[in-house]
């Protein structure tokens, strides 16, 4: 018998029961059910039923045929989430791209003040979204705001619109807002992934004559590709969640004109009411299901289609 | 440091506490209320007014804040731990509580003969047979202008919708003021200030509003379009920007001696006075031509109701008939010009910017906003809908027409008229 054997019958015979594991788990799980998976399975319970002659009673798919089939309802869906998509491609084309690149300067180990630039950059992450909006909407104003002022310095002021007014630029505008908030967080992913890439990695690559661009193309990024895919989803995620920048900087009705409407702001209208419309709980619930089906087949295709194709290098 | 504050505060608190205790014989009456910038009027003149003729009651005056009012409320009356006095809402807001069986009905209230019909309308019962709240206060809307700014342009206060488009063109043109400070980023603006102000002279106030109620006039009929048409016209005459100039811009604009008009409701008044440096005065809607009868939106605001769950409900009634009296609208309409008392009784103000709105009330006839009773039940809102249209004609984006039928869709689509 070799050692090996032995020791694992021993294992095998002996191995108690592990109450830790159990009495370091159930906290959290207790805390995750009661506000986490409780509040949705309820609020997917909602959505089957509904308030019909005075009568709380279950009517089966009849809330989701009236949010897709009602014209109404139905155009009001659509546009927030046309619009929560556009949301979610200006992030991916702005946001990620240059977070990237910011984590790659700062990874440059000759940069100065590095630590200054990447907590300023971080920094508006921390913020309050209220703030971040009220910043924005004085900075936007086209009465007190610093940019046309500073864009009248320079000559510019022609190419000043009051763009969150205007339903051709508004959504725009508050999407660049919300990315100006956010960089901090693909940079710091992927900043953190750029320095898990060992020296003799990059020591082997200059060895073989690659440094600069070509570096940066060929051996860091497809090294950094698991973290883009991380940053992805959680911008995913995000952004069809999102609500409060808009909220804030929008208000309820997400105008002008329902231009920057997405589903969290329809979901909260729905829901909650406004102004002299009454909160609808059921319609609310159903706008929810919805979206969680929505986040929920997005992270299902990055996980079962896209991150099993992914490459991963092992140092 | 902290923890001496602690101790502090609930030793001061056991202190009141017991002070409490030490008069509980007298009744005491809790109010309920989201106006909390009112606090100070009611602790320093209306409640000692009320205790100094009503030995053995005490009032307190609780206020929440607006936004979170409505929700706070109905969660206190379910659990049934809200004060003896709600402050109504208008309309169906309150109705609902009514027909929860949260207020009493106040219809026989000695008092309630001290108010017209028009002034019961935000708080009865659809067939106006049951009055659930008493009226306090009503907002009138109109206009309210720079008057050095107008000396200085020799222009005097239009009357007509033409001599009103003049007045702007002559602002306009010497270029010193914004003719007017008005914005549609806020959306709600341009429905209340605009479409709601000026509509009133277009669909002729209460015969208007109630017809639209019947079914017997449409939001696309010449009456409710034409203001879309007026106020697609203010576009030139608003300042740059105006796409997303906010209520509080606005309203800076005007008091910063900006801009020339500002479309008000009287709310602003008090607090007008304070930030503006210059004199002011205010001219009602203007109408369509010379002679022609004015209307004006002059909107019940606030009511006040008895909780069902009340156990001082005589004491209640006590208080509720002394708001009804002319004693309560004089006090009360004095200290917050701009909310005007809806009792019969004429009430003598001393501001003179709230005199020239609660004025217009002889010349011209009172209506309220026509999207509030009945109409804005049903989903889509047509509130909220009116709101989104009006920023969308001013702005640019749809015309009068589009915006008409658009609001008339949405409202056949869940109100059927009854017949």
Redesign the interface.
Known sequence: MNPRETMMDVSELKRPRRWHILVFLTPALLIYTAVMILPLIETLRQSFFNTVDGEYTFVGLGNFSVLFGDPRWASDFWNALRNNVVFFLIHMAVQNPIGIALAAMLSVPKLRFSTFYRTAIFLPTLLSFVIVGFIWKLILSPIWGVAPYLMDLVGLKWLFAPWLGRPDSALIAVSLISVWQYIGIPMMLIYAALLNIPDEVIEAAELDGITGWSQFWKIKLPLILPAIGIVSILTFVGNFNAFDLIYTVQGALAGPDGSTDILGTLLYRTFFGFQLQLGDRSMGATIATVMFLIILAGVSLYLFVIQRRMRRYQF | MTRTTINGLLLASSILGSAGLAQAQDVTLTIESWRNDDLAIWQEKLIPAFESKHPGIKVVFSPSAPTEYNAALNAKLDAGSAGDLITCRP???SL?LYNKKHLVDLTGLAGMENFSDVAKSAWTTDDGKTAFCVPMASVIHGFIYNKDAFDQLGLSVPTTEDEFFAVLDKIKADGNYIPMAM??????EAATMGYQNIGPNYWKGEEGRLALIKGEQKLTDEPWVEPYRVLAKWRDYL????????YP?SQN?FTLGRAAIYPAGSWEIAGFNTQAEFKMGAFPPPVKKAGDTCYISDHNDIGIGLNAKSPNAEAAKTFLTWVASPEFADIYANALPGFFSLNSTAVTMTDPLAQEFVSWREKCKSTIRS??QIL??G???L??ET??AS??VI?G??TPEEAAKKLQE?LE?WYKPAK
């Open positions: 309309f169906d807001a609902e914005g549609t980023k806020d959306l709600w300042g740059d920007g105006f796409e997303a100039q906010t811009d604009l999207t509030y804005s039940r989903t889509p809102n509130e909220n709101w989104v920023a969308n702005n984006t749809e949405g689509s």
